[in-house]
């Protein structure tokens, strides 16, 4: 398969996605305010606020992107597959949509302040059926947070067909249908207008308002996974022309008043789309023809969470008003608006980590075609100061003494109980590190297979590799204590036998503790699955990992972590590791004695699932935390019922994004 088609993202579409919603935003602050004054205004006055109320285009932006985006990936899905999945597109849909629409639905009708008066029961039922819009085209809009989501049901209703098209037409018909979709959509308009119809059977009308979502698919299927490159003067005038035919639209044919000419809302509503296109144009393919900043990951993030900037925000404006009335008396515009945005991305990010996310890993499961950088990269971000590490020892230990002179720097741990399948593996991905001055001590638990055997024929290959054996089966924390006391290294690092590091874990590990001083740090990793074949998405560690952290978050995984032993001399797990959390219960010991742990924002080791390991039981991993808060952490009843809540909701989080795909 074609790697380009079984991957797409686009990180300039994501501040696009930012840049309509910011603009619908900004018409909302402001129309009430300016929408009766704006022909009063001299024409300096009028060019800002006339950009504001444009901004209602937005929408026709956000339904262009959304058409060309999913046209683009059902075409891909038809050339790596042969056809269209539709029962995955409905899911991948739903998982991505219906999750944030119901829930805010739900809440708006069910808050006293909104209901009944301003969110009619009939209304009500509309929107959950996703047809809002119809209810304004018949009944005409109503003052509430729920308004805006008019734009999702007329998406909601166009992508129920959409994809039959798509699987069962060629290209060819497929701009033919886009050319109708266009057409169609002009008609409909100039019927209405013609014959006096109101703004809004008009506005919200899913038959005047679908002209951008044809110009999406158009450019979709005539730019055939390609991206235009053109100068950045001119994607500059692409978006000030864009821009201007916002302004046009709003300050000359006036298409937010009730009744609209026809001439008006033609042109009107042309110059909107128009605007919509161009700054399409400006933006696809900007990053290759040197409009870098369009890929800045703050830029890039606010884009991602543009559906619940987009969901919450009305309700966002329209509380801040009311507090800022209570509060001072009066309605502050700026004051307001710029408290409102805040708040916005605030609780879009917070809607986007714990409620989206989960659904979203989830919608991964379905895709035929990767909407995010190929999950097998090994970093998720660049290291910024460590270009010419060295693949021994680093400079800072180079002129330190060592007590024997065949001391290594590193010393690997890895406890080994009947895990002959995967040690090959896993000793082949030691002895591939870059920084090669380690030693790897193995201690057989009682091995009843020939994981023993692997593990002498490798020694015998390479003298860095110790095995020891333990009396009889102790389990992993008897297994780690022992090879820890034999251990001659600076660096302790731990290494289950089934699990991988990626080649430069240590070279990216080992510098970067000594560089900050560090005495306890772990790193990013991912799942892999059984047989080691695919790969799950980027698990990111907490940043620092104090009690609060240990107790609340998952992804610290054992594989990930290095302690330096001249800051920590005194190291061991405990010997007999309550509801089988030695790991945990080790952490907490560093964290208490001062040792906070640090994250290294890199991708360095693979950490495999394996439907026996005692972390597979997610019920039993569920009920042993409980235990270990109220009886070994000793928490109260409600900080372990708080922190245990917040952990099982990561677990949870964590489990659906760990799965391979």
């Not at 884009?303 to 509380?319: A, D, F, P």
């Amino acid at each position: 398969m074609d790697d380009s088609k079984s991957r797409f993202y686009r990180p300039e579409l994501d501040a696009l996605r930012f840049l309509a919603f910011f603009m619908v935003f900004t018409h909302h602050a402001f129309v009430a305010s300016y929408i009766n004054t704006l022909p009063a205004l001299s024409w300096m006055a009028r060019i800002p606020v006339a950009l504001a109320l444009g901004g209602q285009f937005g929408v026709d932006l956000f339904f262009l992107l959304s058409a060309y985006l999913i046209t683009e990936l059902l075409l891909r899905e038809k050339h790596n597959t042969g056809k269209v999945d539709v029962k995955a597109f409905y899911l991948r849909r739903i998982l991505r949509i219906w999750p944030l629409y119901f829930a805010f639905v739900l809440f708006c009708f069910a808050l006293p302040a909104f209901s009944p008066a301003v969110f009619p029961v009939k209304a009500f039922l509309y929107f959950l059926l996703l047809s809002g819009n119809i209810y304004f085209v018949r009944y005409g809009g109503f003052a509430s947070p729920v308004a805006p989501l008019w734009s999702i049901s007329i998406e909601e209703q166009f992508y129920l067909i959409w994809p039959w098209a798509v699987r069962f037409a060629k290209r060819s018909q497929l701009l033919a249908i886009s050319l109708f979709l266009i057409a169609g959509t002009l008609y409909t308009r100039i019927y209405l207008l013609a014959h006096s119809a109101p703004r809004h059977a008009v506005a919200y009308n899913s038959f005047t308002r679908t002209d951008a979502v044809g110009i999406g698919i158009l450019l979709a299927v005539l730019l055939n996974s390609r991206v235009p490159r053109i100068p950045a003067v001119w994607r500059a005038a692409c978006f000030s022309a864009g821009i201007a035919c916002w302004v046009i639209s709003a300050a000359k044919f006036h298409i937010l008043n009730e009744v609209i000419s026809p001439w008006g809302g033609i042109l009107g509503y042309g110059c909107g789309t128009t605007g919509a296109l161009l700054l399409f144009v400006a933006f696809l393919g900007a990053p290759e023809d040197g409009v870098g900043f369009l890929v800045w990951r703050p830029l890039t993030y606010l884009g991602r969470i543009s559906y619940g900037l987009y969901v919450v925000h009305q309700l966002v404006l329209e509380t801040t008003k009311l507090l800022l009335l209570k509060s001072l008396g009066h309605d502050p515009l700026m004051v307001r608006y710029l408290l409102a945005l805040a708040v916005t991305i605030l609780v879009a990010a917070i809607s986007y980590k714990w409620l989206e996310t989960p659904f979203l890993m989830l919608k991964r499961r379905f895709e035929y075609v990767a909407t995010f950088p190929n999950p097998a990269e090994v970093h998720e971000v660049k290291p910024e100061r460590h270009s010419s590490i060295p693949l021994t020892r680093p400079p800072e230990l180079a002129a330190q003494p060592r007590s024997r002179e065949n001391m290594p720097l590193v010393s690997i741990i890895t406890p080994v109980y009947n895990a002959a399948r995967w040690l090959p593996e896993t000793l082949a991905s030691v002895r591939a590190q870059t920084l090669t001055d380690w030693e790897q001590i193995l201690v057989d638990d009682g091995s009843t297979d020939n994981s023993v055997a692997i593990i002498e024929a490798a020694a015998r290959e390479d003298a860095r590799i110790r095995l020891l054996h333990t009396p009889r089966n102790v389990g992993p924390s008897g297994a780690r204590n022992l090879a820890i006391s034999a251990a001659c290294g600076r660096f302790i690092a731990f290494l289950d036998a089934d699990d991988l590091w990626l080649p430069e874990k240590l070279e990216r590990c080992i510098p970067w503790m000594i560089e900050r001083n560090y005495a306890f740090i772990y790193h990013d990793y991912r799942h892999i699955s059984n047989d080691g074949s695919r790969v799950g998405a980027l698990v990111k560690a907490p940043e620092l990992l104090d009690l609060r952290t240990l107790h609340t978050r998952r992804g610290t995984g054992c594989l990930t972590v290095v302690i330096d032993r001249e800051r920590i001399p005194v190291l061991g797990f405990p010997a007999i590791a309550p509801y089988r959390a030695e790991d945990f219960c080790l952490w907490a010991q560093l964290i208490r004695a001062g040792h906070t742990g640090r994250r290294l924002p890199l991708d360095l080791a693979r950490y495999r699932l394996s439907l026996n390991s005692r972390s597979a039981n997610k019920l039993e991993s569920a009920i042993n935390a409980w235990h270990l808060y109220r009886k070994t952490s000793r928490l109260s009843v409600p900080r372990a019922a708080l922190w245990w809540s917040q952990y099982a909701w990561n677990a949870f989080v964590l489990h659906v994004q760990a799965i391979p795909r």
